[in-house]
Each structure stands twice: as C-alpha cells, then as structure tokens.
C-alpha cells in the first residue's frame, strides 16, 4: 500500500509525457467541487426546497407568507437542478 502513491505518481508522469493529461483527475481541489457540485448542492437544494414548500402549503398564514417569499428570493439567486 505504501508503494501504491509511487505507482500512480509514475503513471501520471508517464501520461504527461505522452500527451495525456490526468493529473486534474486526482487533484483534491477538484475532487471537492466535483462532489459539492455533483452531490452535496442538489440535495441540499431539493431539501430546502422541499421544506419550504411544505412551509408554504401546510404552515399558519404568516409563516407561509414569509416561506413563500424566501422562496421567490431563493429561485431567482439560486439556480436550481
């Protein structure tokens, strides 16, 4: 397991040479926004959503009114999936 970080170093360099460029896959800045923007952010984005709406249809007056322009704020600034 110690000798496995060598092997992909020496295969990554290797395909650098010939032209092929897989050093972004591994990199840990874009594993991190790949999954916020992959996983993370649509699930947070259906949750508050969903919570809101439920806010909306099932909460007293006053508290709907104030989900459903949290909401309307929400949708124009946020985009959604």
Not at 5 to 19: E, M, N, Q, S
Not at 60 to 80: F, H, K, M, N, Q
């Amino acid at each position: 397991m110690y000798r496995l970080k060598y092997y992909i170093l020496f295969f990554i360099l290797t395909a650098a040479v010939f032209g092929m460029q897989t050093a972004g896959i591994l990199d840990p800045l874009t594993l991190l926004l790949r999954t916020l923007s992959v996983n993370i952010y649509p699930l947070l984005n259906s949750a508050f959503m969903t919570m809101l709406g439920l806010v909306e249809h099932y909460a007293p007056e006053g508290l709907s009114d104030v989900a459903g322009r949290i909401y309307t704020v929400l949708r124009g600034t946020v985009p959604a999936f």
